[in-house]
């Protein structure tokens, strides 16, 4: 089993709607959970981090997390064309060096 | 922008050759990690950096060897490169080893081995 998990997609919207983007983790002393835009070859772009059980929102963004079933999910609505990336979530577990474990990635795509 | 820097952007090397690839950290940041993603894939933990000394290693081999300077910039350095160390090599600079913090990424290196 993968430490975080995405669906890889390609997932296509329509302009205009809710896109929802997924993503599990397997290890639950997970501390810090992030979501990071990538736009072909580009890096990746911070745009959301949850530490708390609950919702997070930012502008058109909402980040979902639920410690107890090791889930976290990123809500894009009203997207745009100019929200066509790869969404890669990132989680760090507590402990002495801090670095971010990735999934794979989801692909974005929203049709005008 | 982030205020992270990576140089070179691009870089082609011949398998067996050594490279070295630099980062400056956003200011006042102290900790710089380095990643490697392969094409489809996300980011793959190399190391981390902190006040000058390896505070993390990921599951790379030890001709993956890094630096990081007083001023906070950072190297990696990779010897007898391999076919498969083309990648993207990302660098990312957090204010410091707090649970919370945000780490921002520089643009990269694109490594191509051939």
């Known amino acids: 089993q993968k430490e975080v998990e995405q669906n890889s997609g390609p997932l296509s919207v329509p302009e205009g709607a809710i896109a929802s983007l997924n993503c599990t983790y397997s290890d639950r002393v997970s501390q810090s959970f992030f979501w990071y835009r990538q736009y072909s070859g580009k890096s990746p772009e911070l745009i959301m981090s949850?530490?708390?059980?609950g919702d997070k929102e930012d502008g058109r963004f909402t980040a979902q997390l639920n410690k107890a079933s090791q889930y976290v999910s990123l809500l894009i609505r009203d997207s745009q064309p100019s929200d066509s990336a790869t969404y890669l979530c990132?989680?760090?577990?507590?402990?002495?060096?801090?670095?971010?474990?990735f999934g794979s990635g989801t692909q974005l795509t929203v049709l005008p | 922008e982030t205020g992270v820097t990576q140089s070179p952007t691009h870089l082609i090397k011949t398998r067996g050759q050594q490279v070295t690839l630099r980062c400056s950290s956003q200011?006042?940041?102290?900790?710089v990690s380095w990643y490697q993603q392969a094409l489809g894939q996300g980011p793959q933990f190399i190391f981390q950096?902190?006040?000058?000394?390896?505070?993390g290693r990921g599951n790379f081999p030890p001709r993956f060897s890094g630096l990081q300077f007083p001023n906070y910039s950072s190297e990696l350095n990779v010897n007898a490169l391999e076919l498969d160390d083309s990648a993207l090599y990302l660098c990312a600079s957090s204010l410091d080893l707090g649970e919370n913090t945000e780490a921002f990424f520089g643009q990269g290196t694109r490594l191509t081995v051939v």
């Open positions: 990132a989680v760090r577990r507590s402990g002495s060096a801090r670095q971010l474990t």
């Open positions: 200011s006042g940041h102290n900790t």
């Open positions: 949850i530490y708390s059980n």
């Open positions: 950096y902190y006040r000058e000394e390896e505070n």
